[in-house]
């Protein structure tokens, strides 16, 4: 009697995804997000134990899970070998195996992406010993596998290794094997993966774009000429994973601070103010020199982008429930420091008479007038490949991070407009750009989206 179970759980901006796989009575997590309860409470819905955690390797983009949920169910945690971890473990290599009731599970060891990564191969016992599920990591994604350029300086070898990982192992599965990835569209894991969150190892053999690839230095080109940018989360968060993340029990509770309190935390140097209301808002009234973030676009990736990991969080938010929200996706992402935010929001701050500031926000008519003056610079701040693929002609690009150290290259005394696709980063662009002294800067709402539907520029 077939009795294998399988849960796909899907966390969306950061887009992972994590997998539930269990037989009569107990179950493995694979690949687990750091807030655990999601699977605690579907194990125990199906009547299963949580018995093993299974890594395929130290992910850059989010913190694991693995520690808090061996904690809270008393389950081993199984990690790479060669990710050298320093929590209690089950180390793996490439070759071993174990079980889990009738699953028998096979470990394939594939650097490429990092150096660590394995795929986890699963028969079905009681069906047949033919691999019917194969949980691939970061290694090959649906339509895309992953970018071996996060380690400096060893990017060229990583994805010399990925090629022949995908070749001579993954991809000599059975055809009708299912494949299981730890990302989906959205992430920056890698360069183009499709909105599928499975598939099959047949049909990624025959249709996934850098499986068809059969130069080995064509390959290589592909994954390491002009990959999108990485955020800088991505360099911290696997040496965090191979330590084990702090416990999310012992990091500081959120407080609601009346302004007062606020006003007086955020003088410390070790602290800053993060707005993660909508851009319009923002715009309308802010604390001076906070960061804005806004809720609405990729909060947990810009975040660990931008903000710095040692510095203690204040958020001013639409409302407590926001606020708490925040604080799950910015723990995904290893900002562990968020210790209140601003009761009644910016209402009860200007109630209490503290000072605000502001940023105009330009209608696509209105960014189209203000260009017509040639003293006004206008900064497109998308990745570079949005704007190779069409800008405002005379548009400097610079990516809304990379403002926090390339500012210098702008005149803070000249009026600067800041465009992405909708007005989300622009906002963060501009806030940045008040941070560092600029006095007469806006922000392109609707973005260059806005700016084309307008009529002002053709595609």
Not at 250 to 263: I, N, Q, V, Y
Not at 366 to 389: I, N, Q, S
Not at 440 to 450: E, F, K, L, S
Request: glycine share 10%; proline share 6%.
């Amino acid at each position: 009697m077939d009795t294998m179970l399988l849960k796909q759980f899907f966390i969306e901006k950061i887009a992972h995804s994590s997998y539930l796989i269990g037989g009569n009575t107990s179950c493995a997590i694979i690949d687990p997000g750091r807030d655990v309860d999601r699977y605690i409470e579907a194990a125990a819905a199906e009547g299963l134990k949580i018995t093993h955690i299974l890594e395929t390797h130290l992910h850059a983009d989010f913190v694991s899970g693995h520690m808090d949920l061996a904690e809270q169910t008393g389950a081993r945690i199984y990690a790479p070998a060669a990710g050298h971890c320093t929590f209690e473990h089950v180390p793996l290599s490439g070759g071993d195996t174990f079980r889990i009731e009738d699953m028998e599970f096979h470990v394939l060891e594939t650097p490429g992406h990092t150096p660590d990564c394995l795929v986890y191969v699963v028969a079905d016992t009681s069906r047949g010993g033919t691999p019917v599920a194969a949980f691939t990591g970061d290694t090959l994604f649906v339509g895309d596998v992953g970018r071996p350029d996060l380690f400096p300086g060893k990017a060229r070898v990583l994805a010399e290794q990925l090629y022949d990982n995908l070749h001579t192992k993954v991809m000599t599965l059975p055809p009708e094997c299912l494949v299981f990835p730890a990302h989906g569209a959205g992430s920056l894991c890698g360069k183009a993966m499709g909105a599928m969150r499975f598939s099959t190892i047949g049909y990624e053999n025959t249709y996934n774009p850098a499986l068809r690839i059969g130069d080995t230095e064509e390959f290589i080109r592909s994954l390491t000429v002009n990959m999108p940018p990485a955020p800088d989360h991505f360099a911290r968060c696997s040496d965090i994973n191979r330590k084990g993340p702090a416990l999310v029990r012992t990091l500081p509770s959120l407080r609601a601070m009346k302004p007062a309190e606020f006003h007086e935390r955020m003088k410390d140097a070790d602290t800053i103010v993060v707005s993660i209301r909508d851009y319009a808002t923002f715009g309308g009234q802010h604390i001076p020199d906070s960061y804005h973030i806004d809720m609405g676009g990729n909060f947990p990736t810009f975040a660990g982008w931008v903000l710095p990991p040692d510095r203690d969080i204040l958020l001013v938010t639409d409302s407590p429930t926001q606020a708490k929200e925040a604080v799950i996706q910015l723990r995904r992402v290893g900002l562990d420091r968020t210790i209140g935010y601003l009761e009644g929001g910016t209402h009860a701050w200007v109630m209490a008479g503290y000072t605000t500031d502001h940023i105009h926000q330009l209608s696509p008519s209105e960014v189209h007038e203000k260009l017509k003056d040639p003293a006004t610079v206008l900064v497109d701040v998308r990745a570079r490949e949005e704007y190779e693929a069409g800008h405002i002609p005379g548009a400097v690009n610079i990516m809304a991070m990379d403002l926090r150290t390339r500012a210098g290259d702008l005149d803070p005394d000249t009026p600067t407009i800041a465009m992405c696709r909708s007005g989300h980063r622009s906002s963060l662009a501009c806030s940045i750009l008040k941070q560092k002294g600029f006095s007469d800067v806006y922000n392109a709402a609707g973005g260059i989206t806005g700016y084309i539907a307008a009529g002002f520029m053709k595609t």
